[in-house]
């Protein structure tokens, strides 16, 4: 390899490097949108993750001060999101998204549960818990937990949350950065996919459609699985 | 392919300089604020909070930011933006508040820029309006009504 060869590949890299500086800058000019990536693309079916995921194996308190596990779901569908009731811009979005669902889901939904698990246990008491879900439907189910079972739940849908200091004096002011997916568990209780924020309600009603026909065979099939797809399976 | 690679480089930096050589030449005079579509949705559950959401635009010719905001219906306001990282969804304060760019506008919406609505005084019922008192770095004062209602 001459050095005169070399030389051609350095100044084609730095020619690169420019290209992409510009490109970048130029779209971070003209499309902020773009660059914020808020509008993901609607995955038909949700995103799949893997067939046979479990479910995290932990007691939760539900919205009328009862223990909760996902066992006590089984035989619904379950579509579940993570969320708190103090977030009156991006929570109120979902949650709407999750009576859609139901509404367009018609007499099937009987096979669905909705539930919304609160990230901010701190505010998020049983009680404001059921003022909050139910102001979207009567049948929602909400739920919390103390922090270390949050965060193997959270975790085990592959998702993070994290309390953030609060901005002013009040201790009780504080936001939650939270995944914002829509889960999909099956009747089987297996976690079957999810869909990002804003993926159209259309999208989340075929995936439960699909999970419910599938229902009935699934026990057979899990057997089948490799334990190579459920590397967080719960014990 | 060289060629090819140096003659978009080449575009990409004349678009670049033209973009910014123009930006300074529209920074002229003052700026010239109005507000539409600004609406809220009503408060959740017994919440004590909601988001408020507009158009704000700055036919002037020079940029502004939005500072801060006040209302009779409640105690504490902020100016938010919600980002969106690998899925995971983050609101923050905007402590220097939101630039209005000149000749442009900036549209508050859901899971981007809003303003929080906290410690409401009072219901929300849908159908309704209140008022909010937006105030800009360059001093100009800007009352709004926010029209209660589903997005």
Not at chain 1, 55 to 80: E, W, Y
Not at chain 1, 140 to 147: E, L, N, R
Request: proline share 7%.
């Amino acid at each position: 390899m001459d050095t005169k060869s070399d030389g051609f590949k350095v100044l084609l890299g730095v020619i690169g490097g420019i290209v992409a500086i510009v490109v970048f800058g130029l779209v971070l000019s003209f499309a902020p949108e773009l660059a914020r990536g808020t509008q993901p693309t609607p995955t038909p079916g949700g995103i799949s993750v893997g067939q046979y995921r479990g479910v995290p194996n932990v007691t939760l308190i539900d919205q009328d001060n009862r223990p909760i596990t996902f066992d006590n779901l089984r035989g619904r569908a379950v579509v579940l999101a993570f969320g708190y009731t103090h977030c009156p811009d991006v929570c109120p979005l979902f949650m709407s998204d999750m009576r859609k669902i139901k509404q367009a889901l018609g007499s099937e939904s009987d096979k669905v549960a909705f539930m919304l698990i609160s990230v901010d246990p701190k505010r998020d008491t049983p009680e404001a818990l059921k003022r909050y879900v139910t102001a979207f439907d009567p049948s929602f189910i909400g739920a919390t937990a103390d922090d270390a079972t949050l965060q193997k739940t959270v975790y085990a849908f592959d998702g993070v949350y994290e309390i953030q200091k609060p901005t002013g004096n009040d201790p009780n002011s504080y936001t939650v950065a939270h995944t914002a997916f829509i889960y999909l568990i099956g009747p089987d209780g297996k976690w079957k996919s999810k869909f990002p924020f804003g993926t159209p309600v259309n999208a989340v009603v075929s995936g439960v459609r699909d999970v419910l026909r599938a229902g009935g065979t699934s026990n057979t099939t899990m057997k089948m699985s490799s334990p190579l797809t459920s590397p967080l399976q719960s014990p | 392919m060289k060629f090819k690679s140096i003659f978009v480089a080449g575009l990409a930096v004349i678009a670049l300089v033209a973009c910014n050589a123009s930006a300074p030449s529209t920074q002229t005079g003052t700026s010239d604020i109005t507000v539409k579509d600004a609406w809220s949705r009503p408060p959740m559950g017994g919440m004590a909070m909601t988001a408020a959401y507009m158009v704000i635009e700055n036919t002037g010719g020079s940029p502004d930011a939005l500072v801060s905001i006040s209302s009779d219906v409640a105690g504490s306001l902020e100016i938010h933006e919600t980002k969106e990282n690998n899925g995971v969804m983050q609101m923050q304060e905007l402590p220097n508040g939101l630039e209005i760019p000149a000749n442009g506008s900036v549209t508050l919406k859901p899971a981007s820029y809003h303003i929080m609505v906290m410690d409401l005084k009072r219901e929300l019922q849908i159908g309704e309006t209140y008022k909010l008192m937006l105030r800009f770095k360059s001093g100009k004062e800007l009352p709004v009504d926010v029209t209660v209602r589903e997005p």
